[in-house]
């Protein structure tokens, strides 16, 4: 079923229930529908062309994205946090269109498209058409950028029908307020409306990504479940404590993006009692892979003996491969990806130890010490065990004798002292790691960079 049918069947069956909760606007499912009809028409007369958004997350990118499935045509959500240069950079890339914002005053955007609009609005006049037809086309097309924690973002090309098939029906009955954490301009975001929109459920946009905007709009409107990166967990529940607020009342807890820790885990669970803790692995170019629900870091080893969902794992050179029906289509500008016989690399490093596979860093940040291979995300996970440490990053520095060392670089809770924190680490990692594992160098940070609610990847 294509995006906009599931729009029109809630709007049908649970016309006054929030769909869209927004800082300034809110729809129910019935004023979803009549405004995404209202903003179909207005794309068909745009004729042809990808019709871009660089807008902050709103219902009226929501809207946006289920009115060009409904018409046909091509979306692609850019990165608002990116300056103008980068989103023109990423439009030559995907060819001229239709640009839609919330900053009309745009100057270096404006050669690279056919027509700049502000974003659509709600239109209190907007008719409720009745689509029973069937479209000329079979779906839409969603154009995902990478999230660039690593370098400059790729553009990953899906159908919605595609994106649509790998969301696990929930029970409508069973209603849901979900708070959309992961940028809509990440396949996290688009899994999560996805997600809301085919279980029925509401999704509430918070006005930014900071503690008191989060906490606000979790309490003010209800929010019994989150999906979010572990980064973005660790700084909800080190805020949480460190201000003795009370608990959120949530039903579901769901962590993506990251590599998941065990002190993480546990903390959440001794936090939230209540709710349910599921681990998503999933990645732009192959789509939603599994998910894990036993509250153990990383998956267990039998996945790699049998298919899993729709995906087959193995592990090559430390390297996680997927075998996958989800998949992109492609990179723009390429006709085709991997067959769905192909293997298909992660760029995931990962480690077996026992009954259990355990992600280790990005192939790309593994550090060399003097021949002996590092793998940032063990050194982490040790660190991580240490009270206080709200985020860190572990990379390989350059050396003139052992052509790299680990370098570790902190993000502290507020009101800690530095000498002791770093004091804790050095004594964890020498009891859980070997001395090529060691950071050599421990660096405070105020606060780490960060892209999507992922920490920022690289060398330093």
């Not at 570790?408 to 800690?416: C, D, I, R, S």
Request: charged fraction near 25%.
């Amino acid at each position: 079923m294509s995006l906009w049918r599931h729009l029109q069947e809630n709007a049908q069956t649970f016309p006054e229930r929030r769909f869209i909760v927004g800082p300034r606007r809110r729809l129910n499912y019935r004023e979803a529908f009549e405004q995404t009809v209202a903003a179909g028409d207005y794309f068909r007369a745009l004729n042809s062309g990808t019709i871009f958004f660089y807008a902050f997350d709103s219902p009226a990118v929501v809207i946006g994205l289920i009115a060009a499935d409904l018409v046909g045509v091509t979306a692609c959500v850019l990165n608002r946090r990116d300056d103008e240069l980068s989103a023109r950079r990423t439009i030559d890339d995907l060819g001229k269109g239709h640009l839609f914002t919330d900053e009309p005053h745009l100057v270096a955007v404006r050669g690279a498209v056919d027509h700049v609009r502000e974003i659509l609005l709600a239109r209190k006049d907007a008719r409720a058409t009745v689509w029973d037809e069937k479209p000329e086309h079979s779906s839409g097309r969603i154009v995902i950028l990478t999230s660039g924690t690593t370098g400059r973002p790729k553009a990953a090309q899906y159908t919605w029908s595609r994106l649509v098939r790998q969301v696990r029906y929930a029970n409508k009955v069973n209603h849901q307020t979900w708070l959309l954490t992961y940028p809509l301009n990440h396949f996290a975001g688009i899994q999560m409306l996805l997600h809301t929109l085919v279980s029925g459920h509401t999704l509430v946009i918070p006005p930014s990504r900071r503690f008191e905007d989060v906490e606000s709009a979790v309490r003010k409107h209800g929010v019994d479940s989150i999906s979010a990166t572990p980064t973005f967990w660790r700084m909800l529940t080190g805020r949480l404590m460190a201000r003795q607020k009370e608990p959120f009342q949530l039903k579901q807890i769901t962590l993506g993006g990251e590599a998941s820790t065990p002190e993480l885990l546990s903390g959440l669970r001794r936090l939230f009692p209540q709710a349910a803790l599921t681990q998503v692995y999933a990645t732009t170019e192959l789509g939603t892979c599994f998910s894990v629900t036993d509250e153990q870091a990383g998956f267990p080893a039998t996945f790699l003996e049998r298919p899993v969902g729709n995906v087959r794992l193995k592990i090559f050179d430390d390297e996680l491969y997927v075998q996958s029906t989800n998949k992109m289509l492609g990179y723009a500008g390429q006709k085709s990806f991997a067959a769905e016989e192909e293997w298909v690399a992660t760029g995931d490093i990962v480690e077996v130890e026992g009954a259990r596979v355990f992600f280790r860093g990005r192939k790309g940040e593994i550090i060399n010490v003097g021949g002996v291979k590092v793998h940032p995300g063990k050194v982490e996970s040790a660190i991580l065990q240490v009270e206080g440490i709200q985020a860190v990053r572990v990379f390989g520095k350059p050396n003139p004798i052992t052509g790299q060392l680990v370098a570790a670089e902190l993000e502290p809770a507020t009101g800690l002292a530095h000498e002791e924190l770093i004091y804790n680490v050095r004594e964890i990692c020498r009891r859980d790691l070997n001395r090529y594992e060691q950071p050599q160098e421990i660096i405070i940070s105020e606060r780490l960079a960060r892209r999507n609610n992922k920490i920022a990847r690289g060398t330093s």
